[in-house]
Structure formats: structure tokens, C-alpha cells
């Protein structure tokens, strides 16, 4: 009896130790576990969405705009491919929402230890004021892991470039292969792939939004009727565009801006056509070859005429 009395005793004081506080810790790591399931669910459906089937048969899956973006600016170039619209708008959801999931498993987390040490009896006061210190002291020396971050999250949100775009970041020049929060890669003219931090970013120039124009110089002797060579320039450049080939990259009629420059051996012309994104270059290379052969087919001169040329060599001419 008294054994049994002494038990009671025992378990009745330590009910608190035995009970409650195992139910109360099990029942906050259950919530915690349940609403990270149900937030990170949530923040899938919001930002990975679902894809479909392209109508065409030679067009691959695409995937449809996240709901959570479709209030944002997407700026996608008229040219990009179905198999681009997609890598570049599923890499910018799923960043957005790998954010979104850390921020909410880091917040439960927190949540989790600070309610457990408050049933465990221990004053959080301390903790809370160290890790204020500790936070502090870490946003001072990873400053710059900071600013990649938040530089990268705005990059995301405002779509300011995209997979596939053609970017000028400064010191690098060429097209993106992949934009992270805290790296943005993109791969050059001559093959090297740059790893560009996002807080470094100082100006971003994307020559894939929404159009771009093809600019074409072409230098003219000073002896060269120049009405007559714009016009030449012109027909040339009509006739260039006439094909079905130049005719989809372009997006309106050649203007002929006239004498751009003037120097004592010559005088350049200037022309401008209105592209799509990313086709400005391949116009301006085509452009350049029918206006050289115009200008060869109507005697337009050209500066620096070749010929023969003449050296006196011992008293004797030698060519």
C-alpha cells in the first residue's frame, strides 16, 4: 500500500513532466509538420502549376503561367521557341516558390523550438536576444550573399531577363543559360560561360524584349552621288527583305536616316530596319551583302578603290 501510495505521490507531481509536456511537444511538432505540408503544397500549385500538351505536334510540352506570376510582367520575346517560354518561366516559378518554401520551413522551425522550450520551462528571453546579436552579426559579414539575394529576388519578380534573352551585364555579354538568386549565368559570343553575381549587377541591357532594330552603316566614296546611293541602299534593302526568310525576322520598312558621318575620304550612311528580338544581327548581315552588291551592280564607289600599285624599285617601275 504504501508502495502504491508512493507511486501515486510520485506520478501525480511529476504529471507535468510525464503528461503534459510530452502531449504538449508532440502536438506542436504534429502542427508544425502539418502546416509546413499544407503551406508547401500550396506554394507548389501557386508557382509550379501544370503543364499541357502543345496543339502542334512538332511543339513540345509547354507549361502554363503560374497563377501566383500571372500578375506579374512576363516579358517573353515574339521569337522565343515554346521549348524557351517554358524553361524561362518555369526556372523563374521555381526559384520564386524554393524561396518561398525555405522561408516558410525556417519560420515553423522557430516557431517550433521557441514553443518547446517555453513548455520545457526554460525563459526564451536570453535566446531571443542572442540570436538578435547573431543575426546581426551575420547580416554584417555576408553583406554581399545578402545583396546577391535580395538583388536576385527583384530581378525574379520584375522579369528584368529571362532564360534565352541576349543580356548586356557590363563586364559580360551574351545569352542566359540559367538565373539564380544568387548567380546569373550567361554564356558568350566565344563559347565562355560567365558566372555573374546578381548583387554585382550594376544595369542590365536585354536586346530580347519586345523588338529590337538592325542598324546598317555603309560607307560611300565622297565622289558618289549620295541621293542616288540611298536610294540604291533602299531598293536593295526592299528587295532583301522580300524574302520569306528576312520577311519573319522583320517588323517594318527599311529608313534610310541619311549621312551619319563625314570625313575627308568618306561618308557613311546610315539605314535602320525594326526587328524581332534577337534576329537584328542576321538582318544586318544580309542587308550589308545585297546593299555591297547594289552599290557593285549601279557603279556606286565605295571609299578605297582597290587597284595596282606602282613601286619604283633601283630606277625601274615594278607593279
Known sequence: MDVYNLAFEWTET????LVEAPIRIAAYIVIVLIARYVLHRMIDRATTG???KARNVDEQVETKRPPLLRHLRDRVPSSATSQQVAARRQQRAQTIGSVLKSTVSI??????????LSVLGVNIAPFIASAGVVGLAIGFGAQNLVRDFVTGV???????YGVGDVVDLGEAIGEVESVGLRVTTVRDIDGTLWYVRNGEIARVGNMSQDYAVAR???????TADVARAEQVAVDAAQEAIAEPSVAAKVLGAPEM???QELSPDLLILRMTVKT??????????RLRREILRAYDENGIDLPYPQGRIHALVGGQTEE
Open 257 to 259: 536616316l541619311g549621312v
Open 50 to 52: 501544370r503543364t499541357r
Open 154 to 160: 527583384f530581378m525574379l519578380l520584375e522579369d528584368q
Open 216 to 222: 546598317v552603316e555603309v560607307p560611300v566614296a565622297l
Open 14 to 17: 511529476n504529471r507535468h513532466w
Open 276 to 285: 524581332r528580338p534577337n534576329a537584328q544581327w542576321s538582318v544586318q548581315r
Open 107 to 116: 519560420v515553423l522551425l522557430i516557431w517550433a523550438v521557441l514553443a518547446i
